[in-house]
């Protein structure tokens, strides 16, 4: 099973983030659940289960340094 670690507000940011995670060593799908055909709309970043915790750590210290 997957789980949804973060929605992401364009595929732009979805991809990003998805690169980050997979350097991590995690595996990562993306998934629209509300796209328009600029890329912008809802994407889902979905690890599996087992790995949700280090994808959440991973995204925090990354997210964090954004701002």
Do not use: C
């Amino acid at each position: 099973m997957w789980t949804v670690v973060y929605i992401a507000t364009s595929s732009a940011a979805a991809e990003r983030l998805s690169v980050v995670l997979r350097q991590e060593g995690l595996m990562v799908s993306v998934r629209a659940i509300d796209s328009a055909a600029d890329g912008k709309g809802s994407f889902e970043i979905l690890v599996p289960n087992g790995e949700a915790e280090e994808a959440h750590e991973v995204l925090t210290e990354h997210l964090g340094h954004l701002g």
